[in-house]
C-alpha cells in the first residue's frame, strides 16, 4: 500500500484514540478554531472524505457534490449548517463511527491507486500522493484545535515529514492563491524531525531559510499557529513574506491565526 495511506490511516487512528474516551457534552464544547465543536470538525473531516472517495472512485459524483455544495452556499446556507444537515444532524460517537467507516473506504482506495494518477479536488487537481497527504494534513490540523481545547500534548510521529512536503511544495501556490507572484525563490527550509533526523529542501542560505522545529513549521503552514508562537527561525523577507500567510490547504486564501489566538488551554486559564 502506498506509504501516504498507512500515514493517512495512523493519523486517524490516532485521533479516534484521542475522541474515543470524551463524553458526550465534551462533542459541543467549542474550540479555537472559529469556535468549532469537536462536532463541527469531525463532521467536516467527514464530509471531506466522502468528497475525496467521490473523487477517487466517481468523477461524476464527485462534481454533483460539489456543485450542490456550491449552490447552497450562494443560497446563504452556512457551510457549517449545510454539513450538519447533509449529516444527518449526525453528532458524538455515532459520528466518529460514520468518520472512520468512510475513512478506511477512502484509505483502502488510495492507497490501491497509482500514486501519479490525478484526482479532481476543490483547487488544483492532485496527484493521488499528494492528495492523500492533504487528508492526512486535514486531520493532523483539525485535530490540534481539539488537543488544544483538551489541554493535551498530542503525540509526535516522523508522519509529519508528509505535512512538511507539502506545505513546501505550496510556496508558490500560497502567493498565486491570492493573486501575487512569489516574491523571489523557494527559501531553503531544513527541520527537526521528532525521530532526531534532519529534513532539508531547497537551496541552502543564510538570507533566505525557515529552519527549526518540524512540528512548528506544519503548525504554521497549516494555520494552527502563527509563526510569532512558536520558535521557527525566518531569515530574509521572502521567508518571513511566505511564513506570514503560509497556506498548505486548498480553497480560497485563509488569514492565518493571530498571535497568540491558538494554543493549548491550560486549566485556570481561558
Not at 170 to 179: D, E, M, P, V, Y
Amino acid at each position: 500500500m502506498l506509504k501516504q495511506a498507512i500515514d493517512l490511516r495512523a493519523e486517524a487512528d490516532e485521533l479516534h484514540r484521542l475522541l474515543s474516551p470524551l463524553e458526550d457534552a465534551d462533542w459541543n464544547r467549542a474550540t479555537r478554531f472559529k469556535g468549532w465543536t469537536i462536532n463541527d470538525i469531525v463532521g467536516h473531516l467527514h464530509m471531506g472524505d466522502l468528497m475525496g472517495y467521490a473523487s477517487a472512485t466517481d468523477e461524476t459524483a464527485f462534481y454533483a457534490l460539489q456543485a450542490d455544495i456550491r449552490a447552497k452556499r450562494e443560497s446563504g446556507l452556512s457551510r457549517l449548517e449545510d454539513q450538519r444537515q447533509r449529516l444527518g444532524n449526525l453528532e458524538g460517537r455515532a459520528l466518529l463511527a460514520r468518520w472512520r467507516e468512510t475513512l478506511a473506504k477512502l484509505t483502502d482506495t488510495l492507497g490501491a491507486r497509482a500514486p501519479d494518477d490525478r484526482l479532481k479536488w476543490a483547487g488544483p487537481d492532485m496527484g493521488v500522493r499528494m492528495f492523500t497527504t492533504a487528508r492526512q494534513m486535514e486531520i493532523w490540523s483539525h485535530g490540534q484545535a481539539i488537543y488544544d481545547m483538551l489541554g493535551m500534548i498530542r503525540p509526535r510521529s516522523d508522519r509529519l515529514e508528509n505535512i512538511a512536503v507539502i506545505g513546501v511544495r505550496t510556496f508558490g501556490w500560497t502567493f498565486a492563491n491570492r493573486g501575487e507572484k512569489p516574491p523571489g525563490p523557494a527559501p531553503y527550509v531544513r527541520l527537526d524531525a521528532p525521530s532526531g533526523a534532519v529534513w532539508e529542501w531547497n537551496t541552502p542560505s543564510a538570507d533566505n531559510a525557515v529552519e527549526g522545529d518540524a512540528e512548528e513549521f506544519c503548525q504554521v503552514v497549516a494555520q494552527t499557529r502563527n509563526v510569532a508562537d512558536t520558535r521557527l527561525k525566518v531569515s530574509g523577507e521572502v521567508a518571513r513574506a511566505w511564513m506570514a500567510i503560509a497556506q498548505c490547504f486548498a480553497g480560497p486564501p485563509e488569514t492565518p491565526p493571530a498571535p497568540g489566538t491558538r494554543r493549548r488551554e491550560v486549566k485556570g486559564r481561558s
